[in-house]
């Protein structure tokens, strides 16, 4: 199976960036449950837990909260069908993600290859436990309204989780890393 490491946001960053989902979600009708908002660190294959959760905490170790850019909307064409707030990959976030690809690689665990061709963005909807699936039509008039719309903030990270893959918050996380305060 695979695990998730993600990056997640303090409630007013989160709440910033909820508007433009639920208006999204709620126009194209795409969700029951609406997924949270999150930025993917690494995608880890059957790793084991107990391992996996120690060299993360070390890896975290040294890390404070700290800020990243969004910067406008980037949509990724089918298969995925997906419209995302766009990460700007410099500074702590894209620092954090080397690290951590890195350092799971040296410890054996089996993460991407090359991390240097992964945009980081926030998914904001796209065919991933959706109700249904979008159309070609519907999908492009909810990126082309999302990119006229814009969205530039800077938004807090406060933590990072180990995630199993299922849009059930109550049992997707496995793991909760907060990190330190200022």
Not at 99 to 122: A, M, P, Q, S
């Amino acid at each position: 199976m695979k695990y998730y490491l993600v990056a997640l946001f303090d409630t007013e960053s989160y709440n910033a960036m909820e508007v433009i989902q639920k208006s999204i979600c709620k126009k194209y009708k795409t969700y029951k449950n609406i997924p949270m908002l999150h930025i993917t660190l690494e995608v880890i294959d059957d790793p084991d837990i107990e391992k996996l959760s120690k060299v993360i905490t070390d890896i975290l170790k040294p890390y404070k909260k700290f800020k990243v850019e969004t910067n406008g909307i980037v949509c990724f064409d089918p298969p995925y069908k997906s419209v995302n707030l766009k990460i700007e990959n410099k500074g702590y976030i894209i620092r954090l993600a080397r690290t951590i690809n890195d350092t799971l690689k040296l410890h054996g665990f089996n993460v991407r290859e090359n991390i240097d061709n992964w945009d980081l963005h926030v998914s904001l909807a796209n065919t991933n436990y959706a109700v249904r699936e979008w159309s070609g039509r519907e999908y492009v008039a909810a990126c082309n309204s999302a990119k006229q719309e814009g969205f530039y903030r800077l938004a807090k990270i406060e933590r990072i989780e180990l995630w199993k893959p299922i849009n059930n918050r109550k049992e997707m996380l496995v793991k909760s890393f907060p990190l330190r305060d200022f």
